[in-house]
T-cell receptor, first 114, second 110 residues
Framework: DVKVTQSSRYLVKRTGEKVFLECVQD?????MFWYRQDPGLGLRLIYF???????EKGDIPEGYSVSREKKERFSLILESASTNQTSMYLC?????????????FGPGTRLTVT | GIQVEQSPPDLILQEGANSTLRCNFS?????LQWFHQNPWGQLINLFY???GTKQNGRLSATTVATERYSLLYISSSQTTDSGVYFC????????????FGKGTLLTVNP
């Protein structure tokens, strides 16, 4: 079974703090994704990566950056957390150029910025 | 970008009832997935179904790509089926990126 893990289920941070959210997948997938989920707005793509050190902006990249130094690990960074970044963050992975582009999700991190 | 609409937004059932959830999309797709989000927020993969029909136990799904819709059928519903069901699609050269619908909130009462 594909397994995607995220470093924390719940996280509380102060405004202005630098926040790291970590995601690890064990299926040797090329693609990795970060989404946020908010009531009424659904899931929106923040960033994705299609290879080590490669990244592309999603629909709402402002206020975020990402890092992918190893194939299995994809980090989301909030340089200076703000209250409007309080949200549920979901990581996903998928294979590239295969017969299936199926994405698999981690359990999510509920981040609260106070 | 591609638009994804799910209906109904909310659905309340008695245990044992059947239901059909619908997903309409605005462009051709080569990736379509159905997910169930459990009360803890985890997205569980139900079907990868860009076209055709699949069945898994009490759940089945059909995608008619030429008419731009997909249906998720739940038969003999159970209280554990409660949660939000999402349809997500990928299209064109960005088929590895998913665009999500707003979801259907299903409540199954005992």
């Amino acid at each position: 079974d594909v397994k995607v893990t995220q470093s924390s289920r719940y996280l509380v941070k102060r405004t202005g703090e630098k926040v790291f959210l970590e995601c690890v997948q064990d299926m040797d997938h090329e693609n990795m994704f970060w989404y946020r989920q908010d009531p009424g707005l659904g899931l929106r793509l923040i960033y994705f990566s299609y290879d080590v050190k490669m990244k592309e902006k999603g629909d709402i990249p402002e206020g975020y950056s990402v890092s992918r130094e190893k194939k299995e690990r994809f980090s989301l960074i909030l340089e200076s957390a703000s209250t409007n970044q309080t949200s549920m963050y979901l990581c996903a992975s998928s294979a590239y150029l295969s017969v299936s582009y199926e994405q698999y999700f981690g359990p999510g991190t509920r981040l609260t910025v106070t | 970008g591609i638009q994804v609409e799910q209906s109904p937004p909310d659905l309340i059932l008695q245990e044992g009832a059947n239901s059909t959830l619908r997903c309409n999309f605005s462009d051709s797709v080569n990736n379509l997935q159905w997910f169930h989000q459990n009360p803890w927020g985890q997205l569980i993969n139900l079907f990868y179904i860009p076209s055709g029909t699949k069945q898994n136990g009490r759940l089945s799904a059909t995608t008619v790509a030429t008419e731009r819709y997909s249906l998720l059928y739940i038969s003999s519903s159970q209280t554990t089926d409660s949660g939000v069901y999402f349809c997500a699609v990928g299209s064109g050269g960005s088929n590895y990126k998913l665009t999500f619908g707003k979801g259907t909130l299903l409540t199954v009462n005992p």
